[in-house]
């Protein structure tokens, strides 16, 4: 038994509706605040956390977040075209987009107002050295609430598919934040965290291209029931 507060009812509402309206063919929803429909060209941005000199955070065995987030990045990409879906990478290679921090975040915005998309996922890792046995998949939002029905529907999958398949988690939930990369564009846009390095099992997981790629599918599948 665990305690469910305000915002997982709100969660199941959104997730329960925003399936509802899948059922019904009707995927509005989060497209009205992108406010360019496009049913048959949908435009998803794919942003690969960090990359060249800056590597992000380091896992327990000395893994590099900005090695597997690209990693994931090209098979969710992949993945998304298959089905269709024009995907815009900000990185495809194990570099930055500038030589500063600032620079490299300003011209990932730049490739996101100029593509036009109809969503952004931005790919990263988490690591909690304080306490390593934190596991999961979890996502982050916009604190205007922009891109929070999308957010509550993709955690909601990853809960049923991922979480609790591998740690026995179901009850993560989407966080707001003061981000700069679901900001800079008016559409939808998570950050999508997609395990802790900190934690050796996460880990593990994440160096296997099976587990990307079953990660990447269920955020795929999330991305075309909610936005395409
Ligand atoms: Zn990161």
Do not use: W
Not at 155 to 171: F, G, H, M
């Amino acid at each position: 038994m665990f305690f469910i507060g305000k915002k997982t009812v709100f969660c199941v509402l959104a997730a329960t509706l925003v399936m509802a309206l899948a059922a019904l063919g009707v995927f509005a929803v989060v497209n009205t605040v992108a406010g360019s429909y496009t049913p048959l060209g949908a435009v998803v941005v794919i942003d690969a956390g960090h990359g060249g000199y800056d590597g992000g955070v380091v896992g327990v065995s000395g893994t590099k977040e900005s090695e597997l987030t690209l990693e994931i990045s090209l098979e969710l990409g992949e993945i998304l075209t298959a089905r269709g879906v024009k995907v815009v990478y900000t990185r495809t290679e194990d570099v930055a987009l500038g030589d500063t921090k600032r620079e490299d975040m300003k011209a990932r915005a730049d490739i996101i107002k100029e593509s036009r998309p109809d969503c952004v996922v931005s790919i990263h890792l988490n690591s909690y050295p304080r306490d390593k046995s934190r596991r999961g998949v979890q996502v982050f939002y916009d604190d205007t609430g922009k891109g929070e029905t999308f957010a509550c529907y993709m955690q909601e999958r990853l809960n049923a598919a991922v979480n609790y398949k591998y740690s026995k988690r179901t009850d993560l939930e989407p966080q707001k934040g003061d981000f700069y990369i679901t900001k800079c564009y008016s559409a939808p846009s998570l950050i999508i965290e997609c395990g802790f390095v900190s934690n050796s099992e996460d880990e593990s997981l994440l160096k296997t291209k099976s587990f990307r790629r079953e990660l990447s599918r269920e955020i795929a599948d999330a991305i075309i029931d909610a936005v395409v």
